[in-house]
């Protein structure tokens, strides 16, 4: 049956897990955002006070709607609290197993009705599907970053995914302000199977001395009209996050063309994720973050 969704469940309070819950709530969803850290959601919560306040500052929310929005919005550690919600959205670390493990307590707490959607930039929806008793009601809810600011949401189909879970996903996205491509269960999917070879390719690019970073990036920037340049785009995804992606691409496509540069994997090594740790392609000044906004 298509459902209409009232409450939304976040699991995960990081850049994506925040950013949605935000999303949601200045929607008009009752949402509540889960994170196991308690430190860790203390910092989600401040990132989207933060944000709110800028859209105030900005004349882009008006001080009631924001004040009905952070009211709509209650933050825990447990699980349990997903009892009630019609959705929840994992946005946690990439790793399948971890994300299995999630998937299978998620399918444990939230009622029998709830679709289970995962964040998830490249992982099979299927296979996390399988870590619960409701494959139909498991789906892929990719969103960019920033989720508040991105207009696209990816929706991705795993093998199982029933048509009244799509249809119903599909009218939250709209309901959120999005615009859905939909993918099949296939690496990548969409936009990471396109995005990630170009940001391996600038990689290579600036390993085997064609040029520059800052040339790379103006290059595209002003020759291609992206907001971003690939290496700057990398050092704002998170450069361990990149190299995850690729190697599901790698793995699950089988094609040396997806096969991670040494450059990207040695800043990876060496500790260098990017503006979240003030360091990847570029340096960062000041306080280790991971937007300007956060
Ligand atoms: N939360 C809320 N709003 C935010 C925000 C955040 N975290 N970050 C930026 N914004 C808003 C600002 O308020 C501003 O709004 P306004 O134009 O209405 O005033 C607008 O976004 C632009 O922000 P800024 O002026 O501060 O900065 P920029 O003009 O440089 O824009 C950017 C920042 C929107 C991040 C832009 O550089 C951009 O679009 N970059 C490319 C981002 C991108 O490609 N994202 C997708 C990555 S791929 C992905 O996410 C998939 C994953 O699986 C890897």
Do not use: W
């Not at 409450?7 to 969803?29: D, T």
């Not at 995962?118 to 809810?141: D, H």
């Not at 396109?194 to 600036?206: G, H, R």
């Not at 990207?264 to 906004?293: C, E, M």
């Amino acid at each position: 049956m298509v459902m209409v969704v009232r409450e939304i469940g976040v699991v995960g309070s990081g850049q994506m897990g925040s950013g949605i819950a935000q999303l949601a709530a200045v929607s008009g969803f009752h949402v509540v955002m889960v994170d196991s850290d308690e430190n860790a959601l203390k910092k989600g919560l401040q990132n989207i006070h933060s944000s709110i306040h800028r859209a105030i500052n900005k004349g882009q929310l008006s001080k009631s709607v924001a004040d009905d929005a952070l009211q709509r919005l209650r933050c825990s550690t447990s699980l349990q609290e997903f009892h009630s919600t019609d959705v929840v959205i994992e946005a946690i670390v990439e790793n399948e197993n971890v994300k299995k493990q999630v998937f299978s307590e998620l399918d444990k707490v939230a009622k029998s009705s709830a679709i289970l959607a995962s964040n998830t930039s490249s992982i099979s929806i299927t296979r996390l599907a399988a870590a619960t008793s409701r494959p139909g009601q498991v789906i892929g809810m990719h969103f960019m970053n920033p989720p508040p600011v991105m207009k696209l949401l990816e929706i991705v189909r795993g093998a199982q995914t029933s048509e009244d879970a799509f249809v119903t996903i599909k009218g939250l996205a709209h309901r959120l302000g999005k615009t859905v491509i939909c993918s099949q269960d296939y690496p990548g999917f969409i936009v990471n199977r396109i995005l990630m070879p170009m940001i391996n390719e600038a990689f290579y690019a600036l390993y085997t001395g064609v040029a520059t970073k800052e040339d790379i990036d103006t290059g595209m920037k002003l020759g291609t009209n992206h907001p971003m340049g690939p290496l700057e785009l990398a050092d704002f995804i998170g450069l361990d996050i990149c190299l995850s992606i690729l190697k599901v691409l790698h793995d699950g496509l089988g094609d040396s063309k997806y096969c991670p540069c040494p450059l990207l994997v040695q800043y990876v090594d060496a500790g260098r994720l990017g503006r979240k740790r003030g360091i990847g392609v570029y340096s960062y000044s000041g306080t280790p973050k991971s937007n300007s906004h956060l």
